[in-house]
């Protein structure tokens, strides 16, 4: 009898097995079919609202553009007619015809105002360092003395970018007397554009690119910059097909990635706008509807599969053998959390003593240069006693005091000399406090003044009336100066005539510019890098532009380099300016 309940009951087990099995089948079936149709639906309908969105952007750009352009347009017609501009002009005195076109500048919004002598020589200009310019063979200078109107001009740079100038002929009694000239800052919308994830590209009536988002494309046609794509290889192709299965036939292909292209006139000159989007959010958007499609499915499988087989307990233990092990890797992972934050502070630590190396160093290499300072006085020092002797034994001690009042006078200078050294020596503040930079500078260079002597380099100062303060730290501000002066110091042995260009000024930050007329800079990417020095063995481990980096990073601001246009080195360091509303709050 057992063993014919045996046989029943497997009997019917079967039939159950194979339905159990038909409705897996079914339920696959059904499963592609609706992620089918759904992927489908889904991609026109997501893809549209793309292209819509993508479209009401591309209007926003070129309204901008074009607002931006309208209203720089009617600035040289205005300034044409300025009756200061027009006296300096037949006068020929311009001492007050930059600081003029300076208090115009912030109120049009321009990126900067020159004015032009009918010669085309620049004799004012809210970029001081370009006057005396000559503009007589440029476009934009002939253009204007030619026409009656204001004529535009976009002239490209030997950087890559372009330029955008307005410039309109100013008269005086029927007779030119010179050319305004305003330069338009378009370069602003690039900068907004790079935050965004289209790519965005302006071209001209001769379909050349003046403005983008990829540097690599200005100049060129928008055929030869989709062309300029790295090449793909089979892998990187088969992984774009499977990575778009949800977007449909892509307009062109950019760094790899499939993008739609949309195409605006700009009612300026036959400009057009183009804009490429990606279909990031179309697959992001449609494959999470087809996610939680395919999940469900995966749980209705998961019950049919559990019908199918008992060994739901094994599976049970496996994962709980996995929950297990993933417990034992996250406390693994929190101890080496907790390492990496002792190492962090250990080199937090670490960098503070060599930036006290770096200042130790250089006080030890201005320790002869003081010491022969030291020298002058103890020798004036030792003439004065022997003369003051010689006048209290002549029974004459008036003239006697005299030359102890110059003794004193003496004690005084090596006094400031060893201060000098000491409050360089000092380490850094813990709180910031405001900070004058025309003091500090002032204070770096006195520090500096034996090598300045030695060496004989000419110093260049350019420096505001007003004081320009910024909050931070005056003993690490000092630290980076020297560190300047020293580099461009040794950056000018090799030059006959070294010359050294402090400028300072003040605008959204202060900025701290120290020019030298060495010989350049060879690698920039590596120049902030530690231990990288370009000085023989054993004058310098490459430790202080890292550090006065680092220095500058924790004050709020930034230290960049560049090679000049006329040769040399140029450093600049930008810290927050400190004004009234700023001083409050801190």
């Known amino acids: 009898m057992a063993s014919d309940g045996t046989r029943t009951g497997l009997r019917r087990a079967g039939p159950f097995s194979g339905r159990a099995r038909i409705a897996l089948v079914l339920l696959l079936l059904a499963a592609v079919g609706t992620v089918w149709v759904t992927n489908w639906l889904l991609t026109d309908r997501f893809t549209d609202s793309v292209r819509n969105r993508a479209e009401l952007r591309l209007a926003l750009y070129s309204g901008n553009l074009i607002s931006e352009l309208r209203r720089n347009a009617i600035v040289p017609q205005l300034l044409a007619r300025d009756p200061a501009l027009i006296a300096a002009l037949n006068a020929q005195d311009y001492r007050q015809s930059s600081q003029r076109l300076i208090s115009f500048v912030d109120e049009i919004g321009a990126a900067s105002l020159m004015l032009l002598d009918r010669d085309g020589r620049t004799v004012a200009a809210t970029d001081r360092n370009r006057l005396a310019e000559s503009h007589r063979e440029e476009a934009y200078f002939v253009d204007a003395l030619r026409s009656n109107t204001t004529v535009f001009t976009a002239l490209p740079q030997e950087t890559g970018n372009f330029s955008f100038t307005y410039a309109r002929r100013m008269e005086s009694g029927g007779e030119t007397v010179g050319v305004i000239m305003v330069e338009v800052d378009l370069a602003k919308f690039e900068r907004a554009w790079a935050g965004i994830t289209d790519a965005v590209m302006v071209t001209n009536s001769e379909g050349l690119i003046i403005l983008a988002t990829e540097p690599r494309w200005r100049g060129l046609?928008?055929?030869d910059a989709l062309q300029r794509q790295p090449?793909?290889?089979?892998?990187?192709?088969?992984?774009?097909?499977t990575a778009d299965w949800t977007a449909q036939q892509a307009d062109a292909y950019l760094r790899g990635e499939a993008v739609m292209r949309i195409d605006g006139r700009i009612?300026?000159?036959g400009w057009t706008l183009v804009t490429f989007t990606t279909y990031a959010s179309v697959r992001e958007r449609v494959n999470a509807v087809l996610a939680l499609e395919i999940m469900g499915f995966a749980l209705l499988a998961a019950l049919v599969f559990y019908a199918l087989s008992r060994k739901t307990a094994i599976r049970m233990a496996l994962f709980q053998r996995d929950a297990t092990e993933l417990r034992a890797l996250n406390a693994r992972l929190s101890r080496e959390i907790a390492e990496r934050e002792r190492v962090q502070k250990n080199l937090a630590v670490a960098e503070q003593s060599l930036a006290q190396s770096s200042k130790l160093a250089a006080?030890?290499?201005?320790?002869a240069a003081v010491s022969h300072e030291l020298n002058q006085p103890l020798a004036a020092m030792k003439t004065y006693l022997a003369g003051a002797r010689l006048l209290l034994r002549r029974n004459r001690p008036d003239e006697a005091l005299s030359a102890f009042h110059r003794i004193d006078d003496l004690i005084e200078r090596m006094g400031a000399i060893t201060r000098q050294l000491k409050s360089f020596a000092r380490k850094g503040q813990e709180q910031l406090s405001p900070v004058d930079m025309g003091e500090a500078l002032?204070?770096?260079?006195a520090m500096m003044e034996p090598q300045l002597k030695s060496r004989r380099v000419k110093i260049t100062k350019i420096l505001p009336e007003a004081p320009v303060r910024v909050m931070g730290d005056r003993m690490r501000i000092e630290q980076v100066l020297v560190n300047l002066l020293r580099n461009a110091l040794d950056a000018t042995k090799s030059v006959d005539d070294p010359q050294v260009d402090i400028i300072l000024a003040a605008g959204e930050t202060a900025t701290l510019t120290v020019r030298d007329?060495?010989?350049?800079?060879?690698?920039?990417?590596?120049?902030?890098?530690p231990f990288y020095t370009t000085k023989q063995p054993g004058d310098g481990v490459g430790l202080g532009l890292a550090i006065s980096s680092g220095i500058v990073s924790e004050l709020g601001g930034r230290l960049t380099a560049r090679n000049g246009e006329d040769g040399g080195a140029v450093f600049e360091m930008q810290l927050p300016v400190l004004n009234e509303s700023t001083e409050a709050a801190e």
């Open 231 to 241: 090449a793909d290889g089979a892998i990187e192709r088969a992984i774009r097909a």
């Open 267 to 269: 009612p300026f000159r």
């Open 442 to 445: 002032a204070s770096s260079l």
């Open 363 to 367: 006080l030890g290499e201005m320790s």
């Open 221 to 223: 046609t928008p055929t």
């Open 517 to 529: 007329n060495g010989t350049g800079i060879e690698d920039l990417d590596a120049l902030f890098e």
